[in-house]
C-alpha cells in the first residue's frame, strides 16, 4: 500500500521567494528560512505582514516555516489567511490540505485540495494527494476515479497503478486488479514489487503459470529476495516441475547458504522421488541452522531406509 511519511509531505511544500528592488523585512526573513533558523524567520515575516509587506506571502512562508517546526495547527491559521488574501494562490491551498493530511483530517484535506485543483486541474501532486486522501478515508469510488484520473493525465506516474491494483485486490475484483498493475510503466523502481503482486494475484485466481511468469520477473529484477527464490521452486514442484524445482531448490541454498527454507525444500524434494542421500544431506544442513522441520525429514529418511532393508532381506 502506497503509505505517504511526512519527508514525502514536506517536499510538497513550496518556499515562494520574491526578490524586491531593495532590502526587506521580507528578504531578510527569507534568507533566515533558507538558513534553517524558522523562529528568527517566522518573528521578521510576521513583522513585515504587519507593515504591509506583501502580506500573502509572509502568511505562506510562516506557515512552511510552522509545518517544518512540527507546528501544525499554527500552520493551518497561516495557510488559510494567505488563502484569505490571495484566493487564487494554489500553493497554498496544496500545503494547506498537505497539513490536512497530516492531522489525519481526510474531510479538510479533501476539501481544501478540491477547491485548489479547480485553480490548477492538473497539478500531479494536487491530484495524488486527493486520490490518496479519498482512500484514507475508505471512499473508494472517488478514490478509484481519482487514481484513474491521474493515470490518464500522468500515464508515465506509478502510484495510480500500484493504488488502483491494491484497491481492485481489497475489492476482490482480481481481472481489474491484474490489469492495473500489468499496466504498470516498464521503467518503473518498483516493477519487482509490482511482478510480486502479480504472482500473487494469479496464484489466488488458480493460474500457476502466470504466478511462475512473474515470480521470475521479479526475482531477475532483485536477486537479494530469497524468498521469491524459494517461491519459485515452490511453484515449479507444484507445477509438476519437479527436477527443475530441484535444481533451482539446490542453486539457491548455493546462493543463500543460511537460509534452511531452501535446505528443507530441497531435501523434500530429493526424498519424494526417493534421493534418499541427498534428502539427508539437505535435511542436515537445515537442521543445522535451527530448522524445527529437519527434524521431521530426517526421521522420514531414517524411517524409509528401514523400510527399503525389510524388503531387501526379504
Known amino acids: ?127 495524488l494527494l486527493l486520490a490518496s486522501a479519498f482512500r484514507r478515508c475508505g471512499a473508494n469510488a472517488q478514490s478509484i476515479a481519482a487514481f484513474e484520473d491521474l493515470a490518464q493525465a500522468y500515464p508515465e506516474m506509478e502510484e495510480p497503478y500500484i493504488a488502483l491494483g491494491e484497491l481492485y485486490r481489497d475489492l476482490g475484483d482480481q481481472d481489474k486488479a491484474i490489469r492495473w498493475l500489468e499496466s504498470y510503466p516498464a521503467t518503473g523502481k518498483n516493477l519487482a514489487a509490482v511482478s510480486l503482486a502479480l504472482a500473487d494475484l494469479y496464484e489466488s485466481a488458480g493460474n500457476a503459470d502466470r504466478s511462475l511468469y512473474y515470480l521470475d520477473k521479479s526475482f531477475s529484477l532483485d536477486k537479494t529476495k530469497k524468498w521469491t527464490l524459494y517461491r519459485i521452486a515452490e511453484m515449479q514442484q507444484k507445477t509438476g516441475k519437479e527436477l527443475v524445482a530441484l535444481e533451482t531448490a539446490r542453486e539457491g541454498f548455493d546462493a543463500f547458504p543460511d537460509f534452511s527454507p531452501l535446505a528443507l525444500l530441497a531435501g523434500s524434494i530429493a526424498f519424494s522421488r526417493g534421493n534418499l542421500d541427498e534428502a539427508e544431506m539437505y535435511f542436515s544442513k537445515a537442521q543445522k541452522l535451527g530448522d524445527a522441520d529437519a527434524i521431521v525429514g530426517m526421521e522420514n529418511v531414517k524411517k524409509s531406509r528401514q523400510s527399503r532393508d525389510t524388503v531387501s532381506q526379504r
Open 1 to 127: 500500500m502506497i503509505t505517504v511519511h511526512k519527508n514525502y509531505l514536506a517536499s510538497f511544500l513550496i518556499l515562494l521567494v520574491m526578490q524586491l528592488s531593495s532590502a526587506s523585512q521580507l528578504d531578510d526573513a527569507n534568507r533566515l528560512y533558507n538558513a534553517g533558523k524558522l523562529p528568527e524567520a517566522i518573528r521578521l515575516y510576521k513583522k513585515a505582514a504587519l507593515g504591509g509587506d506583501n502580506p500573502a506571502l509572509c502568511s505562506y512562508n510562516t506557515a512552511n516555516a510552522y509545518f517544518q517546526l512540527d507546528s501544525l495547527p499554527k500552520a493551518v491559521v497561516r495557510y488559510r489567511i494567505c488563502i484569505r488574501e490571495a484566493p487564487q494562490f494554489f500553493k497554498a491551498y496544496l500545503n494547506l490540505a498537505v497539513v490536512y493530511f497530516t492531522l489525519n483530517d481526510m474531510g479538510s484535506c479533501i476539501a481544501t485540495m478540491s477547491k485548489g485543483l479547480k485553480i490548477e486541474a492538473l497539478n500531479k501532486k494536487g491530484m
